[in-house]
């Protein structure tokens, strides 16, 4: 069964009768304001990395450390990445090249560090670097961290001496993922399979019991069968850009995700509906989703993550609808400013449920009939024969973006379980 076409328009303007049209980016949120100009273009892959080891050399020469380690750039978080990963290989290479610079290999680091107990997570503190530079016979260590800022990534390096743990050299910089190695191009999803694991509070049931997919309403939620079952809409070909791909993912109950991610204006969506003998249901998904905003905070929109779920009449009319969102706060959203970017509020037939970004939510359960008997109160549940879910990732400026990954996603009767 299709939904229906006023079901499917997202972020475009909000209408009493049309579900899963929300207007966070109708008006609002879609602001752009040609102040994001003024902020600097991330640079090249090489020559940010090329730049960057020529500062840590040059110090290194300078201070009389002759001998690098280089780690594993870290996440903020303090995780590891591909993207750390790489740029730590790519560090490696280019410094092995500098005159008067021998650099400690990176496997050797790895095993030394297993041996005696040090964590990845410890290499910005200055005993672990002392101890590892005595390990390995090391002069100074690199280190520093990567952070994702949409179309570009920031590395911070930093050169530290073994003996004092002072910080010799720092040098930072945006580097443009455009033109980098495939390995740049899609953010970790083995991230995902590392930590966050425990159950995320905001679940309704609160519990971390995994699905049952007896019964399941949803075709191919577990995306087994690729995205058979989910039809595809476009916001605007003329807008932004989506990646769209079904991936190995460990953490999940199926082993599978889907993965989407969108750059610039503009949004792709996945959706399905299902006719159902009322709202005495309970969805279940597991999902993380990240977003961002453009360079210039506050005023260079957002990507917004959205996982709807629309309560249709018999003959598939909007009654409401309940949206798990994601997307970047405005910092002025609590002032009293005309034009500030905020989201719908929630009525009387809409309730959203604001989930952090960057957070792995596992077995997600809603009890539909108990929302809209608590939060929904102007929908009658007797009303309810068709429910409609919408996986929706975009984004409102050409600099913000988004990226979900999303599994498991299970419609079943509460008596079934």
């Known amino acids: 069964m299709k939904l229906p076409e006023s079901n499917r328009a997202i972020l475009h303007g909000h209408s009493a009768k049309a579900g899963f049209v929300f207007s966070l980016l109708a008006q609002a949120i879609y602001m752009t304001l040609t102040l994001s100009a003024l902020s600097a273009a991330p640079v090249p892959f090489n020559t940010v990395l090329n730049e960057i080891a020529d500062k840590i050399a040059a110090s290194a020469r300078e ?10 750039l870290l996440e903020l978080s303090g995780e590891t990445s591909q993207t750390g990963t790489l740029v730590a290989e790519e560090l490696i290479t280019i410094l092995n090249a500098k005159s008067g610079i021998k650099v400690v290999e990176r496997r050797l680091l790895h095993k030394v560090m297993e041996e005696h107990g040090l964590a990845l997570s410890a290499m910005l503190e200055r005993s672990t670097v002392k101890r590892l530079g005595a390990l390995l016979g090391a002069d100074a260590v690199c280190t520093g961290t990567v952070a994702e800022l949409g179309p570009a990534v920031r590395v911070n390096a930093r050169l530290i001496d073994v003996e004092t ?33 425990k159950h995320q509070p905001g679940s309704p049931s609160g519990s971390t019991r995994s699905p049952s997919y007896r019964g399941n309403l949803i075709v191919n939620g577990d995306f087994r069968d690729g995205l058979s079952g989910w039809e595809r809409r476009i916001g605007d070909l003329k807008q932004g850009a989506s990646k769209a791909a079904v991936i190995d993912l ?33 969805f279940v998904a597991s999902f993380q989703a990240e977003t961002w905003e453009g360079r210039l905070k506050g005023f260079s929109g957002t990507g917004v993550v959205q996982i709807g779920i629309e309560y249709l009449d018999k003959q598939s009319r909007s009654l409401g609808r309940t949206v798990i969102l994601s997307y970047v706060r405005n910092p002025f959203a609590d002032l009293p400013l005309p034009g500030v970017p905020r989201r719908e509020p929630d009525s009387y037939i809409c309730h959203y449920i604001e989930v952090e970004s960057g ?38 400026h050409n600099q913000a973006g988004a990226i979900l990954w999303v599994a498991d996603v299970m419609l079943a009767s509460l008596n079934s379980r």
């Open 63 to 72: 201070s009389g450390k002759n001998i690098l380690a280089v780690s594993d």
């Open 165 to 197: 743990g002072v910080v010799i050299s720092a040098a930072s910089a945006d580097m443009d993922k455009a033109g980098a190695p495939a390995q740049l191009s899609t953010i970790r999803p083995a991230n995902i399979e590392r930590h966050n694991l």
């Open 250 to 282: 460990d953490a999940t109950e199926s082993g599978r995700a889907l993965r989407i991610e969108h750059h610039g204006n503009g949004h792709v969506q996945f959706h399905q509906s299902v006719r159902v003998p009322g709202p005495d249901l309970l």
């Open 359 to 396: 957070k792995f939510f596992k077995d997600y359960k809603i009890n539909l009939k108990d929302e809209i008997e608590q939060n929904l109160l102007g929908i009658k549940s007797e009303l309810v024969k068709e429910i409609a879910i919408a996986i929706w990732c975009g984004a409102n």
